[in-house]
């Protein structure tokens, strides 16, 4: 029986998004006006967008988490997000996949956010 790999000492537990994709901006804009209904401040500076990653044909493949596992949008957020970014120009296809590792924690936050919400 074999075990499986071990992740590499080092490796980011966050696959890396596709900054120099020439849509990446617009997706990321996109993001931005989806908000948690429970908190005042958009997903994206929330810390909750995890990746985005942009294949050549323009498929868009979105990997995000929740602030927590019972939030009681778990199911329609994720729709939020698609029909957000889909209408962008170029976009072919958007997938977007709830993952909870690594769970979120408030330091995912940006300054914005924690500005916002008191914490700075």
């Given amino acids: 029986m074999t075990n499986a790999p071990e992740p590499l000492e080092g490796a980011p537990l966050i696959a890396p998004s596709s900054t120099d994709h020439p849509l990446y901006e617009q997706i990321v804009d ?13 997903i994206y500076e929330l810390g909750l967008i995890y990746t985005i ?11 995000m ?14 729709g939020w997000i698609a029909d957000a970014v889909e209408p962008i120009p170029g976009v ?17 936050m940006s300054d914005e956010a924690r500005l916002e919400l008191g914490f700075m």
């Fill in 53 to 63: 990653d942009i294949s050549g044909e323009n498929d868009v493949q979105i990997k």
């Fill in 30 to 42: 996109a993001c931005r006006t989806v908000y948690d209904p429970e908190i005042p401040v958009n």
């Fill in 65 to 78: 988490s929740l602030t927590a596992p019972g939030c009681p949008v778990a199911g329609e957020m994720p």
């Fill in 92 to 108: 072919r296809h958007v997938d977007v996949e709830l993952v909870w590792e690594p769970p979120w924690g408030m330091d995912m």
